[in-house]
């Protein structure tokens, strides 16, 4: 048993935009974690599909509580996340040692990126999707990029070759750092076990051999998965398959007539003017009148990484225009 109340990060005492101060939800799961012997295996609770896609704001926070030697890329994997989901809503936290019995929001919700194609990997938040047609579920894995010498190039991709246990023939611009031109399969393979080839010159979606690099940019180029992730991710998607890479630092979804905003740094920097970016994507999608400015200017400033509401949306015209992708998915 819990023999003593729980640290809880402020985060869970800031206000929620629609619908006031969280502390009676907050209160609820210390009850819970009060009367439980132990805390739920995170491993049972790992996002990667949602029952429904009626509105394009998806899954729902968790709750974790620090046990002795966690730490947080443990507890980001563990959950289905990257370092930068969890490194963006707790940078005051050290990622190696977290103070034991401390409760954490995770990040497990989303909104859907804007695209018509079934895969769609979005590069600021590290994130791809990935739906099923004919069915009104999508799947989502954190993905490591490209760094800022080698960034990930956004565009329509086609899937031209998978391969198993893959070599990896290292770049002529980084080979003095390696002592041989080709790194066969096995643990020191950054490839990891599977290898996904897309038409764009040197790129491709694969596993990898240090697990902590998913959620950072440290590839040269290519897409990283977990290795639980690609092995599954590996047998999903078909050579001709179209994979839409994006670069959408910001993301605007509904969920039962409530307007939501997530941002993202702008990683790349290829935004000029951030607070103009994200004013025209209000206005294009006819719902600058119905949003709080204070909301939108702090959801902007903050940069979480994680869908907030801005403001209430009854025009049900309006609302379709966010629930296009509904209709691809049927």
């Not at 791809?128 to 047609?133: F, I, L, R, T």
């Not at 390696?178 to 393979?189: M, V």
């Not at 204070?294 to 966010?322: H, W």
Request: hydrophobic fraction near 35%; charge should be neutral; include cysteine.
């Amino acid at each position: 048993m819990i023999n003593s109340s729980p640290k809880v990060h402020p985060l869970f005492y800031e206000k929620n935009a629609c619908s006031g101060f969280k502390t009676r939800f907050v209160v609820f799961i210390i009850a819970i974690l009060f009367l439980a012997d132990a805390g739920v295996d995170a491993k049972e609770c790992h996002f990667n599909e949602s029952p429904r896609i009626q509105d394009t704001v998806f899954g729902d926070f968790q709750i974790h509580r620090v046990a002795n030697k966690d730490t947080l890329l443990e507890i980001a994997r563990s959950y289905g996340l990257g370092f930068n989901d969890i490194r963006l809503l707790y940078p005051d936290v050290d990622p190696w040692i977290p103070e034991e019995g401390l409760l954490l929001l995770i990040p497990t919700q989303w909104i859907l990126p804007r695209s018509k194609h079934n895969i769609v990997i979005n590069i600021p938040e590290m994130r791809m999707y990935m739906s099923e047609p004919g069915k009104k579920t999508v799947k989502t894995y954190p993905v490591g990029i490209g760094s800022e010498e080698w960034e990930t190039p956004p565009g329509i991709a086609r899937v031209i070759s998978k391969i198993e246990n893959p070599a990896w023939t290292v770049p002529l611009s980084i080979r003095h750092n390696y002592p041989r031109a080709q790194i066969p399969p096995g643990p020191d393979n950054p490839l990891g076990k599977y290898w996904i080839g897309l038409d764009k010159e040197g790129v491709g979606i694969h596993g990898t051999n240090i697990p902590w690099s998913v959620g950072r940019m440290l590839s040269h180029g290519c897409i990283r998965l977990y290795p639980e992730d690609i092995e599954r991710f590996y047998e999903e998607i078909s050579v001709g398959a179209t994979v839409d890479i994006l670069y959408e630092p910001i993301k605007l979804g509904l969920k039962e007539g409530k307007i939501y905003m997530e941002a993202h740094p702008d990683i790349y920097e290829k935004i000029k003017d951030y607070g103009s970016y994200v004013f025209s994507l209000l206005k294009k999608s006819d719902c600058l009148q119905y949003v709080s400015l204070k909301k939108v200017q702090k959801v902007m400033k903050e940069k979480k990484g994680i869908p907030v509401c801005i403001g209430d949306i009854e025009n049900p015209i309006i609302a379709g225009r966010f629930r296009s992708l509904k209709s691809r998915m049927q």
